[in-house]
């Protein structure tokens, strides 16, 4: 068996580009006289905005600390050791850019034995240990923790998780094995799997210490100072913490299948991470450490060399830096100040946008619609929404007053927007009403502003067309619901200049959306592949294949929800539309249905209804629907939706429609919601050999979203 000295320097060589971090040992008499104690400090050298995370050599540089620390505390010089952080960061776990480039399954074993054997050395010091969690703490940054003594948490700590499940991993540093035998298994799996499953939802430290995770909740500002005086009176024998029995009975059983029945609802049984967590938590019942840390060892070892991982980590970094540096944006330098925002329209779409304008921008926003009816409705629905947010705490009474004010509605476009630098329309998708609303719009704003279409579907180009100065028009589509998802389509028409698109770049980076540059074709990007998606399941169910069979076909890819369930939330008028206006563009490949045609006419919701508490095909939408006799098995609908789609994204890259493949996967996954495991679509469709069989070449270099070969 290697020493871990040697699995660490044989892991270094494979992570030659590791930001490391250094384990700073300090020295200090605690208060009360209650000795002399050994401090590490966790440092990467660079400010909090590059994150703390552990490579094979910061791991190596951990376990020299913790050899000298150990010395002291075998001979007595020492009564304790604690573990904190930089400031505003403690760790984010291990450095995934390494995990990208492993080949073998021996060197994904060995990153986990490694982690392995230098946290738990934490736990068998002759001396109590601390971990002090002062700032973001994430994976491997919790799981150092988790073999300590005692924790702490400052009340200001922004993030806290076990995001693993979320990216295709398991909490494989002792996760999965230490957490539910310190909180119990419910809680537990509320950290690893329902709240990773949830869009890697953070804990605060409020939180941390509430689940017993933390033993002691301490102010940011003297943190640190207060949990060494809390450590000394712990030391001292002044505190005891009495933690509660963990019940080893049923109900450790009954938390597991509550995870289960999570991840069936999240993944539905297409991305092994979640289940591989709650297996090694089911067998952590035993409370056998030395069993459970070997079993996240072997399945992270197991999902490193799977391809869900590796799509997970690309998915990790479309977000976290791709969608921060969007391709083909202009030089920032060329946008203009935005000082007030014009909102034409005061309907729910339009005054979400002035909801999230005012928020983010601080800046006045006016909304104007045909009647003060109208427009008195959207501005008490923005001023209702911000009584919410107070309401929960999320902002007080000055900042609520402040964005009220800036909120205001108004019948004369003149008078509201002469001078406003940033007009968005959010009207009836209709090329004619769009039209005239700019004319309108046009004749009455500075000749610097800005006017943006929400248009989800319309050309961008022919709405600018009538216009004195159509260079000025950019399209602008958010998705619904605008507060929750990231993604911004910003749409150049024919005849946008570079000023007007870096002034709407400008504004989504303030807006806190993640922005895509999309060329003016119909339906842009997230409706496009949408469209043709569900377009092609609807044809299978048109030509007789039944619902049901339809709906499951597409279960394997794990997505947040079925097409029908999508088409009741986008509304089934809306999804008629899209496939009206891409069957005009692209008749080979768009169908409009008639059965669709049909619900909608009959003014049904979607497919389902829900009497019971959960959708059932709805028996008056069936007898509407007139199919043929060609019934296709669930393999059959699935294989012919994907290549489908395959081809509809192989088309929309050679169109240009966006940069990069790396582009749709963004837009999927920031505005459909599409699966962190499939890494967007494209790593999927390559990885089933789809791309392929229908467009003779991957969408994606081998070793990118996927094991390097």
Known sequence: ??????????????????????????????????????????????????????????????????????????????????????????????????????????????????????????????????????????????????HCTYRTVSKSLPAFSLPEVFLGLVPGWGGCTLLPNLIGPDRAVKVIIE???????????????????????????????????????????????????????????????????????????AA?????????????????????????????????????????????????????????????????????????????????????????LEVPVVLTDIDQERVDKGVGYVHGEIDKLLGKGRINQDKANRLKALVTGSLDKAAAFCDADFVIEAVFEEMGVKQQVFAEVEAVVPEHAILATNTSSLSVTEMASKLKHPERVVGFHFFNPVAILPLLEIVRGERTDDAALATAFGVAKKLKKTAVLVKDAPAFVVNRILTRFMGEIQNTIDEGTPVAVAERAVEPLGLPMSPLVLLELVGPAIGLHVS?????????????????????????RGFYVHDSGKPELDPEVLSLLQQGDVVLT???????????????????????????????????????????????????????????????????????????A
């Open 195 to 269: 709240n990773a499953l949830n869009q890697n939802r953070q804990l605060k430290g409020k939180q941390v210490a509430e689940l017993g995770i933390a033993d002691a909740l301490f102010e940011g500002a003297d943190f640190l100072e207060q949990s060494l005086l809390w450590t000394a009176k712990v030391l001292k024998g002044d505190i005891h913490i009495d933690r509660p029995e963990i019940d080893r009975g049923e109900s450790w059983d009954a938390a597991v299948e509550r995870g289960r029945a999570i991840a069936d609802s999240k993944v539905h049984g």
């Open 580 to 604: 009206e206006t891409l069957a005009g563009a692209f008749p080979d490949r768009f169908k409009v249905s008639a059965n669709l045609a049909a619900v909608v006419k009959a003014g049904k």
């Open 272 to 360: 092994p991470a979640a289940y591989r967590a709650l297996d090694i938590i089911s067998a952590a019942k035993n409370g056998d450490l030395r069993q459970g840390f070997e079993a996240e060892s072997r399945a992270l070892a197991d999902l490193i060399m799977c391809g869900e991982l590796r799509s997970g980590i690309y998915a990790f970094n479309l977000v976290q830096k791709r969608a921060k540096r969007p391709a083909g944006a202009p030089d920032k330098s060329l946008a203009r100040p935005v000082t007030k925002v014009g909102v034409v329209g005061a309907g729910l779409m339009a005054s979400q946008l002035a909801l999230l304008f005012a928020r983010r």
């Open 1 to 146: 068996m290697s020493t871990t000295a040697e699995l660490l320097k044989g892991a270094a060589g494979l992570f030659p580009g590791e930001v490391v971090t250094q384990a700073h040992v300090r020295h200090l008499d605690l208060p009360y006289g209650a000795g002399r104690f050994a401090l590490i400090t966790l440092d990467n050298g660079l400010d909090h905005t590059k994150p703390t995370t552990f490579g094979p050599q910061s791991l190596a540089n951990l376990n020299t600390a913790i050899d000298q620390v150990e010395k002291e505390a075998a001979e007595g010089t020492i009564v304790g050791a604690g573990l904190t952080g930089k400031p505003f960061i403690f760790a984010v776990g291990a450095d995934l850019k390494g995990v990208e480039v492993v080949k073998r399954y021996e060197d994904a074993l060995a990153i986990g034995i490694s982690g392995h054997e230098v946290f738990k050395r934490l736990a068998a010091l002759a001396v109590p240990t601390f971990a002090y969690y002062n700032g973001a703490a994430m994976g491997g940054g919790v799981e150092v923790g988790l």
């Open 634 to 708: 669930e393999e059959q609908v699935r294989a012919r939706v994907l290549e489908a789609v395959a081809q509809e994204i192989g088309l929309m890259l050679d169109e240009g429609v966006v940069a990069e493949a790396q582009d749709i996967d963004l837009c999927l996954i920031t505005g459909a919601g599409w699966p962190f495991h499939l890494g967007g679509i494209t790593p999927y469709l390559d990885r089933e050999g789809v791309s392929e069989r229908v467009n003779g070449k991957r969408f994606l270099e081998a070793g990118v979203a996927s094991v390097p």
